[in-house]
């Protein structure tokens, strides 16, 4: 995980979606718990107590992201119907099924409270959203090339019966739902609602489902280094070497990560904005770092979809200001950042200018 994967491993340097990897650190804690339980040899805890513990964790990972909470509501629900349906484990089934309902009962008021929020849906950027669409070479390659297949080959070694029982019971069942869930949102769904309505929606943040289905793929990726260490007879020192040779191979992924995603020119212009501007004056541009990097309110804040994202009125405004729609004075006073030829039919005065990029910046009239 750490060494092979980028995207839900690494990647999480370039966007910052902390909470929603401790939540799915949070649910792989949950489910070593279903393991352990799976392979405890009798007598076991008295099966409420075990379900305040899976309560316990469940209500922690809905409070720390909703997504993550959507994710492993609907890993939990495979789980429990695989184990079921397959009859290879109806104890594994009544466990999640008494830990969802002790979540429920103890989680109510903080489950009504988002309820609530259902209402309001039409005031988020949920129904406008759309990611765009890559193709599945992209996919695994934002993944990392050698993770992914390690991470195939120990599925196929689970799925026959040569991994452990747990790993195919517990973490295959939610990772299988997380892959077809990418699947269905990322293509179904955003080709239904294209040619109902005409319009592009990715419906749930589709890529957020392959994030969170990689701490789950190394589990497999893990068993089949593990095999293969078996097979070959050789030791953990070489295994390591081997896990050292793939962390090279990736090199070119993760040099894309922390490559400079702000350029200088940019950077001196939020340093003369946030030195220079009143504190109340608002930015227009077409980048999304302004707001963090000069501290005043930007027409480009890449706000959480999930937000109330209709009820951000400098946001609307400014970005009225930088189509032309509403004169400046409607905010009071505004700078713009243009690069290029952007906003050429604004009128304004420059009063800071990088002549080698073109960067410049105007206040408007």
């Not at 309001?120 to 599945?136: C, N, V, W």
């Not at 350029?263 to 340093?271: E, I, K, M, N, V």
């Not at 220079?276 to 000069?294: K, M, P």
């Amino acid at each position: 995980y750490g060494l092979l994967a980028v995207l839900g491993s690494l990647g999480y340097y370039v966007w910052g979606g902390l909470p929603n990897l401790i939540g799915m650190y949070l649910l792989l804690a949950l489910l070593s718990h279903l393991a352990a339980e799976e392979s405890a040899p009798p007598p076991r805890a008295g099966a409420w107590v075990g379900a305040l513990r899976f309560a316990a964790l469940f209500l922690a990972i809905c409070l720390v992201h909703h997504h993550v909470m959507l994710t492993a509501t609907l890993g939990l629900l495979v789980t429990a119907g695989w184990a079921w349906r397959s009859g290879r484990s109806p104890a594994l089934a009544r466990t999640i099924a008494r830990g969802l309902a002790a979540s429920a009962v103890l989680g109510a008021p903080y489950f009504l409270a988002y309820l609530t929020r259902a209402a309001r849906l039409d005031r988020t950027g949920i129904g406008d959203f759309a990611e765009p669409l890559t193709g599945l070479a992209v996919d695994l390659n934002d993944m990392g090339l050698v993770f992914a297949f390690a991470a195939v080959a120990g599925l196929v070694l689970a799925w026959s019966g040569r991994g452990a029982r747990p790993a195919a019971d517990v973490v295959a069942p939610p990772l299988v739902a997380m892959l077809l869930a990418w699947v269905v949102f990322k293509y179904g769904t955003r080709m239904a609602i294209l040619a109902l309505t005409g319009r592009t929606v990715s419906l749930f943040t589709p890529s957020r489902f392959l994030t969170d289905a990689v701490p789950l793929l190394a589990v497999f990726a893990g068993l089949f280094f593990l095999e293969m260490r078996r097979l070959a007879g050789t030791t953990p020192g070489r295994t390591l070497a081997a896990l050292a040779v793939g962390f090279l191979l990736s090199l070119p992924a993760y040099a894309r990560l922390f490559r400079d995603d702000v350029p200088a020119s940019s950077r001196a212009a939020y340093a003369w904005i946030r030195e220079h501007a009143e504190a109340d004056a608002g930015v227009v541009e077409t980048q999304i770092h302004g707001a963090y990097l000069t501290r005043r309110p930007a027409a480009e804040l890449p706000l959480p979809i999930s937000e109330y994202v209709r009820d951000a009125r400098n946001q609307r405004t400014l970005r009225a200001i930088g189509a032309g729609l509403q004169p400046a004075s409607d905010f009071g006073r505004v700078y713009v950042i243009a690069r290029g030829s952007e906003f050429a039919r604004l009128r304004g005065r420059v009063v800071w200018h990088d002549p080698d990029s073109g960067v410049r910046i105007l206040i408007l009239d």
